[in-house]
């Protein structure tokens, strides 16, 4: 068990709708990141919030979104859903504010995921 | 972004060593690079991280040659039980970007 939690487990919804990922970062992790995991694209790095505040973005499509709360918790935002969106979205968390500085150390923990089928 | 490519898959036998070879050519100064483990139906999990030369812990080692061109992820004395798929994963400093490599699913045999 990595610490990091992610609701619901599985969601089946229809195209053109739109649904929230909850994710709960480990306990005093401040740093929140989102993927997501197709078969044909891998896992991919979506964005990153840090305290609260937007840190970095990935291939992040304009029709999904994210935000984190005060008590760190973060949503992800999908609308307007097609059919190539069905995946596998993972939460990671992690203590570090920026990672790739040469004295820095970056380990993610990752949640077990929200499955996503859109019909 | 840094492009950061793996072999797909490899075999291997328990109690040998597997070796499995990241290339990120576009690699700054200050990017490092982690490795993280992935069974079916759960979120990867890290293995280890580097930023030059070689980096060691209790399960694996990372080796990084100077140019920083590639990195290799060292297995050693495999089991059964590390029948997984295996992400390196780019971290770059400008922009705080990340790169997953498209995985390299690791089969080990009795």
């Known amino acids: 068990d990595s610490g990091v939690t992610q609701t619901p487990k599985h969601l089946i919804t229809a195209t053109g709708q739109r649904v929230t990922l909850r994710c709960s970062p480990r306990?005093?992790?401040?740093?929140v990141y989102w993927y997501q995991q197709s078969l044909d694209q891998g896992l991919q790095f979506l964005i990153q919030?840090?305290?609260?505040?937007?840190?970095a973005k990935g291939n992040i499509l304009e029709r999904f979104s994210a935000q984190q709360f005060p008590d760190l918790h973060s949503e992800l935002n999908l609308s307007s859903l097609e059919l190539g969106d069905s995946a596998l979205y993972f939460c990671?968390?992690?203590?570090?504010?920026?990672?790739?500085?040469?004295?820095?150390?970056?380990?993610?923990?990752f949640g077990p995921g929200t499955r996503l089928t859109v019909l | 972004l840094a492009k950061t490519t793996q072999p797909i898959s490899m075999d291997s036998y328990e109690g040998q060593e597997v070796n499995i070879t990241c290339s990120h050519n576009?690699?700054?100064?200050?990017?490092?690079i982690t490795w993280y483990q992935q069974f079916p139906s759960q979120g990867p999990r890290f293995i280890i991280q580097?930023?030059?030369t070689k980096v060691t812990n209790e399960v694996a080692s990372l080796f990084i040659p100077a140019d920083r061109k590639s990195s290799t992820l060292s297995l050693p004395r495999v089991s059964l039980s590390d029948t997984a798929v295996y992400y390196c994963?780019?971290?770059?400093?400008?922009?705080?970007?990340?790169?997953f490599g498209g995985g390299t699913r690791v089969l080990v045999k009795p």
């Open positions: 994963l780019v971290e770059q400093a400008a922009g705080n970007k990340l790169t």
């Open positions: 919030y840090y305290n609260g505040e937007e840190r």
């Open positions: 576009n690699i700054a100064t200050n990017d490092y």
């Open positions: 580097g930023y030059k």
């Open positions: 990671a968390s992690s203590s570090l504010v920026a990672s790739g500085t040469p004295s820095s150390y970056n380990e993610q923990f």
């Open positions: 306990s005093g992790d401040l740093s």
